[in-house]
Nanobody, 124 residues
Framework: RVQLVESGGGSVQAGGSLRLSCAAFGYFYDSYCMAWFRQAPGKEREGVAGIYTGDGSAYYVDSVKGRFTISQDSARNTVTLQMNSLKPEDTAMYYC?????????????????WGQGTQVTVSS
């Protein structure tokens, strides 16, 4: 079973930037889909961005396009989410998750490993 370890997050003012990283440990496929989800209090967990490590294809929810960038470091089995121009509505617990492919990447039910979560707070 693969383990996911997240780092980054924290508190920032609106307009600021944060970077989240997710490292995968343990046996896994050579290529896989890793995604970031977020969950704000009282809201459902939503997909933010995903990347297929086989070819680098990246996917984003509309609300973060142009502000967030997901990238991979294959040598370290790490995926990074660079978040710029942060808004108060980006405040949430952020989770990374992994699955075999990125078909319908934002469907959280098909991911089989999740990180513990890291808090992102954006103040106005």
């Amino acid at each position: 079973r693969v383990q996911l370890v997240e780092s980054g997050g924290g508190s920032v003012q609106a307009g600021g930037s944060l970077r989240l990283s997710c490292a995968a440990f343990g046996y896994f496929y050579d290529s896989y889909c890793m995604a970031w989800f977020r969950q704000a209090p009282g809201k459902e967990r939503e997909g933010v961005a995903g990347i297929y490590t086989g070819d680098g294809s990246a996917y984003y929810v509309d609300s973060v396009k142009g502000r967030f960038t997901i990238s991979q470091d294959s040598a370290r089995n790490t995926v990074t989410l660079q978040m710029n121009s942060l808004k108060p509505e980006d405040t949430a617990m952020y989770y990374c998750a992994v699955r075999y492919d990125c078909y319908r990447w934002a469907e959280r039910s098909v991911y089989y490993s999740w990180g513990q979560g890291t808090q992102v707070t954006v103040s106005s």
